[in-house]
């Protein structure tokens, strides 16, 4: 597959972009390039290989659901720079 400079105004005027000329060759080149790539790609046999979305099987480790002692709130305050009312003091950003 080719891509011309076309293709590249097209693209970018989707994207509302305006591209100088230079920069539609540039971008014209590199697409080509990465899509000679694809192309390159498209050559193996991928027969009987699964489509995966990881290089390597992964799993989501489960832990049992249980209720456990929260950090009492003094213990959690003692080391906050300021505190009012049992809560963290934070400065105002809201102008």
Do not use: W
């Amino acid at each position: 597959m080719s891509i011309t400079g076309e293709d590249v105004e097209y693209v970018a005027g989707l994207a509302r972009l305006k591209l100088k000329e230079d920069e539609v060759e540039t971008y014209t080149a590199q697409l080509q390039r990465i899509l000679s790539y694809v192309e390159k790609l498209s050559e193996l046999d991928t027969e009987g290989v699964n489509p995966t979305a990881y290089s390597v099987s992964t799993s989501t480790p489960m832990r049992e659901d249980t209720v456990h002692e929260s950090i009492d709130r003094d213990e959690a305050l003692k080391n906050a720079p300021s505190t009012a009312r049992g809560c963290f003091k934070v400065p105002r950003i809201i102008e």
